[in-house]
């Protein structure tokens, strides 16, 4: 079954949309000893890494990516919550 992009997309996560339409992608699994993660990079960098909080939902935790690459696009700035930085 094929899918349109266009009716598919997803209106609160436009900077995911954004980033996946550049050639980017996004990540969500564990990264030992991180039981989950989110991350996301362009075609040559990272531009986010969080790291699930407790009790986040997977949905909440989506929502905070697509704001993290909202900074990066907005401000040049990288959220890495798994460096430290």
Do not use: W
């Not at 989110?38 to 905070?64: F, G, P, S």
């Amino acid at each position: 079954m094929a899918t349109d992009l266009k009716s598919a997309q997803c209106r609160n996560m436009k900077n995911i949309e954004a980033l996946i339409a550049d050639g980017g992608d996004i990540t969500i699994g564990a990264i030992y000893p991180i039981e989950c993660a989110a991350t996301a990079a362009d075609n040559h960098n990272t531009v986010a890494m969080l790291v699930r909080r407790e009790n986040e939902t997977l949905n909440a935790l989506i929502k905070r990516l697509d704001k993290a690459i909202g900074k990066f696009y907005d401000n040049d700035e990288i959220v890495d919550e798994i460096n430290g930085d």
